[in-house]
């Protein structure tokens, strides 16, 4: 049962423009969230991050928004740039010795 | 400072042999998971040390999969009798217990079973 889902596989946006992903979980004892972006042939690096007490986190371009009671959050990334095109992956977790649980990742292409 | 460390990079092998991956993470890390990416999939969860506690091994794909962690630091992931069901990407990461806990990832072994 994936209590981390990323419904869309992929998604393309026009450079400028905001990329919006999504990612629902199953899970209610979650409470912090992350995001990790991957290019090919390299490792997941992390993104950014969002605990269960805010509903929203800032980072330059990035924004973590979420819903709890939706159990739903959302990444955007404004404005959108060709080298953001990854696959960008959700990851949630419950106590801090509980282990990271990934989706299947979501593949952006920004298109010039 | 260092990074998550993985060898080998690629690794080639027949079926039905053994193979060992290593992964030496970020020192001080209490925490250390293996992942694998087969082609055009996601990340699949194998196993995740913390610290003294069990591993959690509830990933492992079959008891061909074993991994160790020595000493609470670098960790070897075995897999017997490969088969080519096995050819994957193989992704090593630690993460502290505290803060972000964010996961600070390897490069990977690219592991192909012939």
């Known amino acids: 049962d994936q209590q981390v889902k990323q419904n869309s596989p992929s998604l393309s946006v026009q450079e400028g423009r905001i990329s919006i992903l999504n990612c629902d979980y199953t899970?209610?004892?979650?409470?912090?969230f992350l995001w990790y972006k991957k290019y090919p042939a390299e490792g997941p690096t992390f993104l950014i991050s969002?605990?269960?007490?805010?509903d929203k986190n800032e980072d330059g371009r990035f924004t973590v928004f979420l819903n709890k009671s939706a159990k739903h959050l959302s990444l955007h990334i404004v404005p959108s740039q060709p080298g953001d095109s990854a696959v960008y992956f959700c990851?949630?977790?419950?106590?801090?010795?509980?282990?990271?649980?990934f989706g299947p990742g979501t593949s952006l292409s920004v298109i010039p | 400072g260092a990074g998550v460390s993985q060898s080998p990079s690629n690794k080639v092998t027949e079926k039905g042999k053994d193979v060992e991956l290593r992964c030496d993470p970020i020192?001080?890390?209490?925490?250390l998971y293996w992942y694998r990416q087969s082609l055009g999939q996601g990340l699949e969860f194998l196993i995740y040390?913390?610290?003294?506690?069990?591993?959690?091994k509830s990933g492992l794909p079959s008891d061909r999969f074993s991994a160790e962690r020595t000493g609470g630091s670098v960790s070897t992931l075995t897999i017997q009798r490969t088969q080519q069901e096995d050819s994957a990407v193989y992704l090593c990461?630690?993460?502290?217990?505290?803060?972000?806990?964010?996961?600070?990832f390897g490069p990977g072994t690219r592991l192909t079973v012939t």
């Open positions: 990461a630690s993460s502290t217990s505290r803060g972000s806990y964010e996961q600070y």
């Open positions: 899970n209610s004892m979650f409470d912090y």
């Open positions: 969002i605990s269960s007490i805010k």
């Open positions: 990851a949630a977790r419950g106590t801090s010795y509980d282990k990271v649980i």
């Open positions: 020192s001080g890390h209490t925490a």
């Open positions: 040390f913390q610290g003294n506690s069990a591993p959690d």
